[in-house]
């Protein structure tokens, strides 16, 4: 594996940027159960991993339509890094859709 394309600004391990690409690769096949199984696996063995929040928040927002869920997970990323735009712009359409006001 040659690692990723873009900056490992989070120093991800190997294992963990394969999970992550592996889920994601699930994602886009619209193979939700597993993709959210390697999301929550990753998250019990690192709880702030802020990449695997913006994906478990894009995955609840986009592909279960749990918009609640979403905010919830996006407002774990702005706690970690609060000047994180991705979380907060994404976090903020799915507040429109949710219940949060």
Not at 20 to 25: I, K, T
Request: aromatic share 10%; proline share 5%; with cysteine.
């Amino acid at each position: 594996m040659s690692g990723p394309v873009w900056r490992n600004v989070y120093s991800l391990n190997e294992d963990q940027i394969s999970k992550l690409d592996e889920a994601e690769d699930h994602m886009e096949m619209m193979r939700i159960g597993p993709a959210e199984k390697i999301l929550i696996e990753l998250l019990e063995q690192e709880p702030e991993c802020v990449p695997v929040l913006n994906v478990m928040a894009h995955l609840q927002g986009r592909y279960l339509s749990d918009f609640e869920k979403a905010v919830e997970f996006y407002d774990k990323v702005l706690a970690i890094e609060p000047d994180n735009a991705w979380a907060r712009d994404e976090r903020r359409r799915y507040t429109r859709y949710s219940s949060y006001d």
